[in-house]
């Protein structure tokens, strides 16, 4: 994990789509992962956007975070459908169809039909779910965790642990999320990374292993 010290406070919070190198060797796993992982975020963003106050500034945040998510969850979504289809290429049609449905999702939240946005949604997370399985194999168990720990007490602490509510989009709380979100949503959230303006993009530094490693350290504080 020492790899990720600098870059780790910039990704633990949420929402965005962040391509790699076509030289990386991680670039399937993550074109695996990049689509299921927005699909949930995307639906709890949707949700928190409707539950929250007009006057609250959250809202603006949320609402930018999730129209700049819309506007590039097709790209994603077909780097994770060709991988797919390789393997299983009888797929094509439905994959269509796939697609069809995530452009449909702009439309629907930019017309403000939450309700059709939400069925839509979850009918998309049941197509692709998030493999937890690969976020829950240990490497070195404790000391895993106890190395998540270090680099959370040295360099996230201090903005993850100070919330400022009257900005738009606040550092959550990171032992907070891991302890109140689903698995799935949470694991998602921290794979994606960090997207405070749409010019901002840093590629994931953290493995699934990692990512497993600083939840185990969250939920035990």
Known sequence: MNNAIRALCLILVSAAPNGIGAADPTRNLNNNLLCPAELLVLQSDVRQYQETDSQNPRKTGLENRVRVALSTLAVICRRYLDVRQARHPDREANDREFIADIRQLSMDFADNKIEPFETRIKALIEQAP????????????PDDENQAGEI???????????????ISNPAQELAEM???????????????GVKGTPD??????LTPLEISAMRRYLLSR
């Open 178 to 192: 891991a302890r109140q979100l689903p698995e799935n949503e949470f694991i998602a959230r921290m794979w994606l």
């Open 130 to 141: 998030l493999p937890l399985q690969l976020f829950r194999i240990d490497r070195e168990g």
């Open 152 to 166: 959370y007490r040295q360099y996230c602490h201090g903005c993850h642990s100070n919330t400022d509510l009257s």
């Open 200 to 205: 901002i993009g840093l590629s994931n530094p």
